[in-house]
């Protein structure tokens, strides 16, 4: 009976990882066809408009045959996204479902990696409980957009690595798996060029494990400088090749995005810096959603840190190689915190590396003191328990706004017409039209007109007022006209003369 109960016991404890990967997905479920949380970002429209202007390029390169790299500023920003896009569409046909799965499974893919192997199995479950529980992680997970699916991606990149610990005396595969670290690095910031920072991921984590054998001609310090000039070697080769391949190419409308895209997102003075600092941690991080997050991100860096100087011993391999890249990646993310206008869907990497942070803490004081593994446990559950409630209740606040517009939309044949203004992509889904938006003084300006249907928020905001600021009459030149609200916003659908 003792040895049955055991049996049954070690089951449960190889099978509960996968036992809560598959509830967090089941729990994903509910969101995928309505409307992105009411509460997730209150301060921009976030994934409201930016779902659909992610999959613009996508939609109008399948209906069309064509792309327009001066339509849509996230394509010069984000190539590769669309390019994913583009055969996932052409297969599962162009929805927001689709675009949602799409993110939802790489996001799906790196958990599973991580889970899958036995040294890493604890730290990825912790990681799971701790990080991806958490309110705005849990949301931008299912979110058609670029920025989880690159979080995703560094997971990727840092598991194979932590392959390399696994083995460290495996010279041969050495090349293949740095390689194949930085060949993901670079697919984060093609399919988003604000993670550029990220690049520098790899060569960080090895300047780190260099430096205490910096001078030594052990084993360990040749291999160390070797893994440090090679990670530095593949990333610029990998910068280099983004330049040639897009940057030259692109360059004046490139730069003419970026420099839109910057101006103003940060301080030019340290007074401003640390007053705007201060503001975006008072106002936007110490909320009931986050606090969870950062006291125990906290404490794991400061115990981390103590357990890296003065017991190293203590760390197995794997679980030092996670925290030091952990802390790379965040203190990589520090950049973000005094921007002037800072979302929440630019900090998901910062949470994740956070979570990052946090589990392979856990896990290490789990595995060195077996006593502890169980309090570890249960903090990680006392952390995915708090955030469940506010999962619940946003499946509680849903909406569908979006798709009763789409569902007007599509009553209408338009193949061959075009939609413009910021909400378009969001609101056609699963029409022919060509659809891409409109903000004044940087795209699309002169061209806001030259369509079927005119989107516009009923103040104009969305488009930065583009045709008031033009002069043009958008009531006179409608024949008709239709307002839909969607969240906070009063939606306006014009419909202009055929010429």
Not at 80 to 105: C, D, E, K, N, Y
Not at 278 to 285: A, D, E, G, I
């Amino acid at each position: 009976m003792l040895k049955k109960d055991h049996f049954h016991l070690r089951v449960f404890v190889r099978f509960f990882p996968w036992i809560c990967l598959i509830l967090w997905i089941l729990l994903q479920i509910p969101f995928l066809t309505a409307d992105p949380d009411t509460l997730v970002d209150l301060n921009t429209r976030g994934a409201w408009t930016d779902e659909g202007l992610y999959s613009g390029t996508a939609r109008i390169f399948l209906n069309t045959g064509t792309i327009d790299p001066y339509e849509n500023s996230l394509y010069t920003r984000g190539p590769l996204f669309t390019w994913l896009q583009i055969p996932v569409f052409f297969l599962f046909g162009q929805s927001l479902l689709t675009a949602r799965l799409m993110v939802l499974a790489m996001v799906v893919f790196a958990l599973i990696l991580l889970m899958r192997r036995q040294e890493t199995r604890t730290a990825g479950l912790f990681l799971l409980a701790a990080g991806f529980t958490q309110f705005h992680l849990f949301q931008f997970s299912h979110y058609a957009m670029a920025e989880m699916m690159g979080t995703a991606v560094i997971l990727m990149a840092i598991l194979c690595i932590v392959n390399l610990e696994i083995n460290p005396s495996d010279h041969r595969n050495q090349l293949r798996w740095i390689l194949l670290a930085s060949g993901l690095l670079f697919i984060v910031y093609a399919l988003k060029i604000q993670f550029l920072y990220i690049a520098f991921l790899l060569p960080g984590y090895y300047l780190l494990r260099m430096l205490p054998v910096l001078f030594s001609n052990s084993e360990e310090g040749i291999r160390r400088r070797r893994q440090f000039f090679l990670a530095m070697l593949l990333t610029a080769a990998w910068m280099v090749f983004y330049g040639v391949a897009w940057y030259l190419p692109n360059r004046a409308f490139y730069d003419y995005v970026m420099a839109r895209e910057v101006d103003g997102r940060f301080p030019d003075t340290i007074d401003s810096i640390l007053n705007s600092a201060r503001f975006n941690f008072t106002v936007l991080l110490w909320v009931p959603y986050l606090k969870p997050l950062i006291v125990a991100g906290a404490a794991a860096l400061a115990g981390g840190l103590v357990r890296l100087l003065w017991k190293p011993a203590s760390w197995s391999p794997v679980h030092k190689a996670l925290f030091l890249l952990g802390l790379v990646w965040f203190l990589g993310e520090l950049h973000k915190i005094p921007m002037t206008y800072m979302p929440h869907r630019y900090l998901v990497s910062a949470y994740t590396a956070l979570g990052l942070m946090i589990a392979s803490f856990a896990a290490s004081v789990a595995t060195d003191r077996k006593w502890l593994g169980g309090i570890m446990a249960m903090l990680m559950v006392c952390m995915a328990a708090v955030q469940l409630p506010h999962t619940i209740e946003a499946i509680g606040r849903r909406t569908y706004d979006l798709r009763a517009v789409n569902r007007y939309i599509r009553q209408y044949p338009w193949e061959g017409k075009t939609i413009t203004g910021a909400w378009g992509p969001s609101a056609a889904w699963g029409t022919k039209a060509r659809v891409f938006p409109v903000w004044y003084g940087f795209v699309n300006d002169d061209r806001a007109m030259d369509a079927r249907m005119v989107i516009a928020e009923s103040d104009q905001e969305d488009s930065d007022r583009s045709l008031m600021m033009q002069g043009i009459d958008i009531y006179t030149a409608a024949d008709s006209s239709r307002r839909f609200p969607i969240w906070r916003y009063q939606v306006d659908f014009y419909w202009i003369p055929e010429k």
